[in-house]
């Protein structure tokens, strides 16, 4: 169930319950994210991601377009953050996994994004307390008791299908403005075009950079960048 929080701001928040395990996924903004990464451990990835364009036909119910899943995404826990590397990523969904299972409560991070084409989930365990070694942070870990391979397995899988079974709810109602993605690193373009989302990967670095050209002449205005000198004048305008 999605929720808005209103704490010292608004926060989206969203009630899973499966197997008898309750879970509840907070938004975060990048500093909280950031700042909680620097007291957790980040734990073993087993490759659970999509290779989009590898995919089935458009219209297959069990998978969504990179383009789908951004928008779903940005339905259920607001805007992407900028927390991506944009050569090779075009959204970034940072998160706080709350776990209770067995009567106990357990904080994880994780982190929803794009890359190169698919969309991967990477968890970390956030340590209340101080860690041991500095390093802790980047010394990758085999999974705790608590949630194990099979148990982050079994999660993915229900979340991806969460966002899926979410997204043929209320598509007809979702925004669909146009907008383009472009991951550089392999000539893949995403996005929503005159009410259709769409996904495309180019061999040729040429016409990657075509199609990217004229879909901005077609839907983006001329863009007017400011001088250094015009931003530090407004800056300091009054003073």
């Known amino acids: 169930m999605l929720r808005v929080v209103k704490q010292d701001r608004e926060r989206y928040k969203l009630d899973l319950e499966s197997e008898g395990i309750k879970y509840e996924v907070l938004r975060l903004d990048s500093s909280e994210y950031i700042s909680l990464r620097h007291n957790s451990m980040p734990i073993k990835d087993y490759n659970f991601h999509f290779n989009l364009y590898f995919r089935k036909p458009y219209g297959c119910d069990n998978e969504l377009y990179l383009a789908e899943l951004m928008v779903i995404l940005e339905w259920l826990l607001g805007k992407s953050s900028a927390l991506y590397d944009d050569w090779k990523c075009g959204f970034s969904f940072p998160t706080l996994l709350v776990i209770k299972k067995n009567e106990e409560t357990y904080f994880y991070l994780m982190h929803i994004y794009d890359f190169r084409g698919s969309i991967e989930f990477h968890f970390y365990k956030v340590i209340e307390g101080t860690l041991e070694k500095p390093d802790d942070t980047d010394?990758?870990?085999?999974?705790?008791?608590?949630?194990?391979?099979?148990?982050?397995?079994?999660?993915?899988?229900?979340?991806?299908?969460?966002?899926?079974?979410?997204?043929?709810t209320v598509k007809s109602i979702l925004p669909?403005?146009?907008?383009?993605?472009?991951?550089?690193?392999?000539?893949?373009?995403?996005?929503?075009?005159?009410?259709?989302?769409?996904?495309?990967?180019?061999d040729s670095s040429e016409t990657y950079q075509a199609e990217i050209k004229a879909f901005k002449e077609k839907y983006e205005p001329p863009s007017h960048k400011e001088s250094i000198t015009d931003i530090i004048k407004q800056i300091r305008n009054g003073l």
Do not use: M, W
Request: glycine share 8%; proline share 4%; net charge negative.
């Open 139 to 168: 010394v990758i870990r085999q999974p705790f008791p608590e949630f194990d391979e099979e148990d982050i397995r079994y999660f993915t899988s229900y979340f991806y299908g969460y966002l899926v079974g979410y997204y043929r």
């Open 176 to 202: 669909k403005k146009n907008f383009l993605k472009a991951i550089d690193s392999n000539h893949i373009i995403y996005g929503c075009e005159d009410g259709e989302f769409f996904q495309e990967y180019y």
